[in-house]
C-alpha cells in the first residue's frame, strides 16, 4: 500500500514525497514514470506479466512510442530490444516468442525487470521481488539488484524475509500497522533488532 500510494496508483490524502530533496507531485503512475520510477509489483501475475503475451512482447511493451516512427512500430528494433533485455537478465526461455506464462517464476520476474529497465529508472520499488521463484533464481534477482545499485540506482525493497533484508539492505526502515517505527543502519543490523521494531505498539 505505501509503495502503491507513492507511485500513484492508490490515493492518499497527507504525506509529501521528496526526490533530491525537491518536492514532487504524483497523482498517477504516468506521474511516477515521468519522474523515472519504476514499480515492480508484488503479485506479477495479476499486475505485472501479460501471459497471454510472449517473452519478446512484454519486455518492450512499454517501448511502442520509442521504436516506432511516424505511427509505424519497427518491429525489427522491437526484437533487438527485447533480445538485449533477454541477454542482460540471462532471462531462460526457448524463443522471444514463447509465451511468458510458459516461463518459471525467477525467470517471469526477470522479463519484467527487463522491460522496467528499458525505461531507465532511476529509482526502483520492487515489491517481494523473491516471492515464489526457487532457490537459484533468488540469486540471480539478488545479482541484478546488487548490478543496478552498483550503476548508481536507488533501490527501494519491500520484503518479508529476514534473511533477504539482512543480506541485501544498506538500511532497514520498519513499519508496523502502517506506521514507521524505526530505521537500522547495517551496523545495527539483526535479527533481534528488526522484530523488536517489528512489534511495537503505541
Keep these: 500500500e505505501l509503495f502503491e500510494g507513492i507511485y500513484g496508483i492508490r490515493a492518499h490524502s497527507a504525506g509529501k514525497v ?23 509489483t508484488e ?51 526457448p524463443s522471444l516468442k514463447t509465451p511468458v506464462r510458459d516461463l518459471s517464476g525467477g525467470n517471469q520476474q526477470k522479463v519484467l525487470l527487463a522491460r522496467w529497465l528499458l525505461t531507465d529508472p532511476e529509482i526502483l520499488f520492487l515489491d517481494e521481488p ?10 540471480e534477482i539478488y545479482t541484478i539488484i546488487a548490478q543496478l545499485a552498483a550503476e548508481g540506482k536507488s533501490i527501494v525493497m519491500i ?6 533484508l539482512l543480506g541485501m539492505a ?9 506506521r514507521k517505527t524505526g530505521e537500522l543502519t547495517r551496523e545495527q543490523f539483526s535479527e533481534e533488532a528488526v522484530m523488536q521494531l517489528a512489534t ?3
Design 18 to 40: 521528496f526526490i533530491d530533496g525537491q518536492e514532487v507531485n504524483i497523482r498517477r503512475p504516468i506521474d511516477a514514470i515521468r519522474r523515472r520510477i519504476a514499480l515492480l
Design 43 to 93: 503479485d506479477r501475475k495479476q499486475s505485472g506479466i501479460f501471459p497471454v503475451l510472449s517473452v519478446g512482447e512484454n519486455i518492450y511493451l512499454r517501448q511502442y512510442k520509442r521504436l516506432s516512427r511516424f505511427g509505424k512500430i519497427s518491429y525489427k528494433k522491437c526484437y533487438q530490444v527485447a533480445q538485449e533485455g533477454v541477454r542482460r537478465f540471462r532471462v531462460k526461455a
Design 130 to 139: 523473491t516471492r515464489g521463484i526457487d532457490v537459484g533464481a533468488k540469486y
Design 159 to 164: 520484503s518479508s524475509e529476514m534473511g533477504e
Design 170 to 178: 544498506d538500511r532497514i526502515m520498519v513499519m508496523c500497522d502502517g
Design 200 to 202: 511495537q505498539f503505541e
